[in-house]
């Protein structure tokens, strides 16, 4: 395995995919769209970290566009795929459905029949911890039901597993869904909590605290995503599986979904309190209810993962959000 392809390799967690695998020593072909949900100069910063390095090249594309997806497999001809490429959020995604269907149901079939057609020896593709939805028991483990999306984000995903699950029984695409659990860190993105709340305690703002702050994240720090991405790409399914595998769905299909979290949900007030050490201010707090399509808590049972590569996030709250605060001195240099 030498060339890898990247979709939505100017977004938080694509850019740094992007920077281990050619750490790595792998080709890389990353693909972007820049859709502007959020502050495209972000994504082109990232896309500056990447640029010039050896082994790196980028395609602006829409994955939308079949045609345009199609192309670029064939030119690549990509031993593996890392989809990351997406429309993220739940809220945004009451504003805009359509953006969801395009970019992740639309996007998503483009990619599948792209590898249907220049076959790889595994696409890896983003899911999300919101397929869980209004599941209460905790941790969520990979073999609990989730049939009860409360966002059509969250509908979206379930839908790629259901698609990848499809597409390798009937044409043997060795596929491995990612269900990542809050992911935060440098880089990150503007519109999550913790980069809203640093912004608005830079400056002097108040924070939005929904159900009343009553709210319990599995934050989990890029790096170690990126980690557990690098291990799970370099292990594809096997066609079929005599006896029970990490992750495997059905033992006759080469598709498996992981939990990618750090088995380790913060309360909101302690987070609050974390970021506010690390800033050195404290935060004027708005409390307001429960908004649609969000859940209260969050919290992954990763020993599947664990079990697949020996692996699992561990970075604590306190040394994720230092790291980040750093880098958002460096990169925003707040007054």
């Known amino acids: ?64 566009d079949a045609a345009a997806a199609r192309e670029a497999f064939a030119a690549f001809r990509p031993d593996a795929v890392v989809h990351l490429a997406a429309q993220a959020g739940v809220r945004y995604s009451l504003e805009n459905p359509a953006a969801y269907t395009a970019a992740n149901v639309d996007g998503f079939l483009s990619v599948l029949e792209a590898c249907r057609a220049h076959p790889v020896q595994h ?24 049939d009860r999306p409360v966002s059509l984000y969250a509908a979206t995903k379930r839908a790629n597993e259901l698609m990848a699950q499809t ?37 002097g703002q108040p924070i939005d605290l929904y159900n009343h702050g009553r709210m319990a994240r599995d934050f989990t720090y890029v790096d170690e995503v990126v980690e557990a991405i690098r291990r799970l790409t370099l292990q594809p399914p096997a066609d079929r599986v005599a006896g029970e595998e990490p992750g495997r769905i059905d ?38 209810p429960m908004q649609p399509g969000d859940v209260e808590r969050t919290y992954a049972d990763v020993e599947a993962l664990r079990r697949a590569v020996d692996f699992a996030p561990r970075t604590s709250i306190e040394d994720g959000l230092a790291r980040f605060v750093t880098w958002y001195r460096t990169f925003h240099k707040p007054g």
């Open 1 to 64: 395995m030498e060339r890898i392809l990247v979709t939505g390799a100017a977004g938080f967690i694509g850019h740094a995919v992007c920077a281990q695998l050619l750490r790595d020593g792998f080709t890389v072909f990353g693909l972007d769209n820049f859709t502007p949900y959020y502050d495209v100069r972000l994504k082109q910063a990232r896309l500056q970290q990447l640029e010039g390095r050896a082994g790196f090249r980028f395609g602006r594309i829409d994955l939308a």
């Open 123 to 146: 696409l890896v593709y983003a899911s999300s911890s919101s397929v869980y939805g209004a599941n209460t028991k905790v941790p969520f483990s990979e073999k609990d039901p989730v």
């Open 167 to 203: 597409y390798s029984h009937l044409f043997r695409i060795p596929a491995s869904g990612l269900r990542f659990f809050t992911v935060y860190g440098p880089w990150g993105r503007p519109d999550m909590a913790y980069y809203k709340f640093t912004n608005a305690i830079f400056a």
């Open 251 to 288: 033992p006759g299909v080469p598709h498996r979904v992981f939990n990618i979290g750090n088995h380790t949900p913060v309360e909101l007030e302690r987070f609050i309190a974390v970021l506010e050490a690390a800033i050195g201010r404290k935060a004027e707090r708005r409390l307001l």
